[in-house]
């Protein structure tokens, strides 16, 4: 069985940094290209960052590209988002996300980011 | 591509079938002849869960009431009979080209 699990939300001021965790198992990790999704309070859904299974490509959307970085430790399994300079803008529920075939077949239970004074 | 849904509020009546309609602003049929349109459901509180890949492909587990078509441009969720589980938002969403964009989510509730 698949499973995603984040860990290391929470509340931070802005201009802080924040370090998410997605301990990923059931499936041959370093085989799949992982995503991180958000959906900001009440809203929609929005692309973050990927990366392939390998590791050596990563792509960012314009809305974090500088100050987020998505990385990933095959032999631990692990999926990684590295927040800096966060914004009111950057609160959200992050969930760690499979991609498979320009799909996203499983998701994680999703961790809630706050930014705020 | 920027992905648009119709309605974005949907009350329906139990038993009674649903329709949800996701277009694209770019026609979603990739270079390879595929065409990748997802359907999720998310249900209140929980994350998303996927039903639909590849316009009308559904995951295991996921009831036959739930079916995916269209082609293109335009695409289409529908619920045969809508039972009392199946409240929540559904987003579509399109991997065809780069990022991978979401409609603004459907919200199904009982009337």
């Known amino acids: 069985e698949v499973q995603l699990l984040e860990s290391g939300g929470g509340l931070v001021e802005p201009g802080g940094s924040l370090r998410l965790s997605c301990a990923a198992s059931?499936?041959?990790?370093?085989?799949?290209?992982m995503r991180w999704v958000r959906q900001a309070p009440g809203k929609g859904l929005e692309w973050v960052s990927g990366?392939?299974?390998?590791?050596?490509?990563?792509d960012h959307a314009d809305s974090v590209k500088g100050r987020f970085t998505i990385s990933r430790d095959n032999s631990k399994n692990t999926l990684y988002m590295q927040m800096n300079s966060l914004r009111a803008e950057d609160t959200a529920v992050y969930y760690c996300?499979?991609?498979?075939?320009?799909?996203?077949?499983?998701w994680g239970q999703g961790v809630l980011v706050t930014v705020s004074s | 591509a920027v992905m648009t849904q119709s309605p974005l509020s949907l009350p329906v009546t139990l038993g009674q079938p649903a329709s949800i309609s996701c277009r694209s602003s770019?026609?979603?049929?990739?270079?390879?002849?595929?065409?990748?349109l997802t359907w999720f459901q998310q249900r209140p509180g929980q994350s998303p869960r996927r039903l639909i890949y590849?316009?009308?492909n559904r995951d295991s587990g996921v009831p036959d009431r739930f079916s995916g078509s269209g082609s293109g441009t335009d695409f289409t969720l529908k619920i045969s009979r809508v039972e009392a589980e199946d409240v929540g938002v559904y987003h579509c969403?399109?991997?065809?080209?780069?990022?991978?964009?979401f409609g603004p989510g459907t919200k199904v509730d009982i009337k």
């Open positions: 590849k316009v009308s």
């Open positions: 770019h026609s979603l049929v990739h270079s390879n002849g595929n065409t990748y």
């Open positions: 969403m399109q991997g065809t080209h780069w990022p991978f964009t």
């Open positions: 990366i392939s299974g390998s590791g050596d490509k990563t």
């Open positions: 059931g499936f041959i990790f370093s085989h799949y290209d």
């Open positions: 996300v499979k991609d498979f075939d320009y799909s996203l077949d499983y």
